[in-house]
């Protein structure tokens, strides 16, 4: 049975986990907390084995750190982790023989996309990536926006090669560029989380899509993570890991 801490518990996302934990068999709710609260002694009260964080970009390496060494697993739902911290955390994972597992995503669609979007790209001669958020998301481009440039620049590292007659009038208009592929990020409300990955080659173009209607969405994913730690340590980036 593992004893489950939910880190950022008040929050929209936080309140989906702690209903998804509660309801089931084999997790147990042990405690749930909030950015204010002390997270080192509630694990050592709790006697917590796995601690899942959706707080915020500014906390999440301390959070991270306190939960590796701590002698728990850490389940990340928050972005905004430099390379350097994540080599410093696989190291202490490794160290204390734990998992942390982080998920840009957990919405099952959205590891498809990324997926498809590979498949395509070793067919496409150019990529640009739209990602839509509500307008409280604290970054930008979004972790799911970066991870999916990435992966694509993995499959075709000449996509966008060619270079493009074009002047911005304005800078910044043509977005973001992450492994040479521009992403654009929108935050307005009404909207959860989308993703557009549009390909263009001569003649034609692809567009492939995924929309988050509601945060149970990430559930079964975020269940998924949990349960990793069972069989895993180290450091895991992304829910396409481990399914």
């Known amino acids: 049975m593992s004893n489950i801490i939910i880190n950022g518990a008040m929050g929209k996302m936080g309140q989906e986990a ?3 934990v509660e309801n089931d068999p084999n997790l147990v709710l042990v405690a749930k907390t909030d950015m204010n609260d002390n997270l080192k002694d509630i694990i050592i009260a ?3 084995n796995i601690v899942v964080d959706l707080t915020h ?3 999440v390496f301390e959070n991270s750190k306190i939960i590796l060494n701590n002698n728990n697993h850490a389940v ?3 972005t905004g982790l430099t390379d350097k911290e994540l080599k410093e955390l696989e190291k202490i994972a490794i160290e204390k023989n734990k998992l942390i597992i982080i998920c840009p995503n957990f919405a099952i669609s959205a590891i498809l996309m990324m997926r498809f979007s590979q498949e395509a790209a070793k067919f496409m001669d150019r990529c640009e990536i739209i990602e839509y958020h509500h307008d409280k998301k604290a970054d930008a481009p979004s972790g799911t926006a970066i991870k999916t440039a990435q992966l694509i620049n993995e499959k075709n590292s000449t996509i966008n090669n060619e270079t493009l007659t074009e002047k911005e009038l304005l800078p910044g208009s043509r977005g973001a560029i992450v492994n040479n592929i521009p992403i654009h990020a929108i935050r307005i409300p009404g909207v959860v989380a989308n993703q557009e990955v549009i390909f263009g080659t001569t003649g034609q173009s692809l567009t492939i899509r ?3 209607i509601s945060r149970e969405a990430f559930m079964p994913g975020l269940i998924l993570a949990i349960k990793a730690t069972a069989t895993h340590t180290g450091l895991i980036y992304g829910l396409e890991n481990i399914i």
């Open 57 to 59: 970009p500014s906390s």
């Open 46 to 48: 709790s006697k917590s």
């Open 76 to 78: 990340i739902g928050t």
């Open 18 to 20: 702690v209903k998804a």
């Open 210 to 212: 995924h929309d988050t």
